[in-house]
């Protein structure tokens, strides 16, 4: 379970955060955490409309002490966050949700997404996608997307098995303590606003 390391430049990175693996610990879409929630109030009081996303919050196993979050919000090119997040499903992972509807599938997504744990890593989509299609970044994409942020996106799976045999420790229980503290998390952004406004920033930076 080791990460791809050598001495090739196709195995560097461009990004400034270090891949990690971890446990998805809350998954919702619709999200109407109370991040998400004022994240769209923010998003109306500039006049824009308020746009669903998928929010996952990731309990790293490695490098990261801290819950990571990953904003997909929803779009219909494949170069955003969301198209990114759905090639990752289906191209990286070979996922595909059953269903037919958006709620069908995304039932089928969630169950996926917290029954086994992730490498995750950071890149902007727009690099994403091309690096996973193989195909050129348009030279016509708005700005929200040419200069969103990197967000992280799954990249490789791993058993409960094969977790408990590298890291000592139970999934499950990992799981649940992860739970526990997006609960915490939540009421501290609810409680603080200072803590509440970083949140609302990483938001932003996610873009589109």
């Known amino acids: 379970m080791e990460m791809s390391l050598g001495f090739r430049k196709d195995q560097l990175s461009e990004s ?3 891949n990690f693996i971890g446990v998805v610990v809350y998954a ?3 999200c109407d955490c109370v991040i998400c929630k004022r994240g769209n109030e923010k998003l109306k009081s500039m ?3 308020e746009i669903p996303r ?5 309990k790293p196993l490695e490098k990261y002490d801290k819950l990571q979050h990953a904003w997909y919000p929803t779009s219909k090119t494949m170069w955003s966050n969301w198209g990114a997040f759905v090639i990752a499903l289906n191209d990286v992972l070979q996922f595909y949700p059953e269903g037919q509807t958006a709620k069908e599938q995304w039932e089928s997504i969630k169950e996926y997404l917290m029954s086994r744990a992730f490498e995750f890593t950071s890149m902007k989509s727009i690099d994403f996608v091309s690096q996973v299609t193989k195909k050129e970044v348009p030279s016509r994409l708005p700005d929200t997307l040419l200069n969103a942020k990197e967000n992280w996106f799954p990249i490789h799976e791993y058993s409960k098995d094969e ?5 000592n420790v139970d999934f ?3 799981l649940e303590q992860g739970k526990k503290e ?3 998390l939540f009421e501290q952004a609810e409680a603080e ?3 509440f406004n970083e949140k609302l920033d990483e938001i932003d930076q996610v873009g589109f």
């Not at 998928?54 to 990731?58: D, E, F, N, P, S």
């Not at 977790?163 to 890291?167: A, E, F, N, R, T």
């Open 163 to 167: 977790i408990k045999s590298v890291y």
């Open 54 to 58: 998928v929010h996952l919050v990731i």
């Open 172 to 174: 499950d229980e990992v």
């Open 28 to 30: 919702e879409f619709p």
């Open 47 to 49: 006049g824009r409309g």
């Open 182 to 184: 997006v609960e915490e």
């Open 193 to 195: 606003e200072e803590f």
């Open 16 to 18: 400034v955060r270090e």
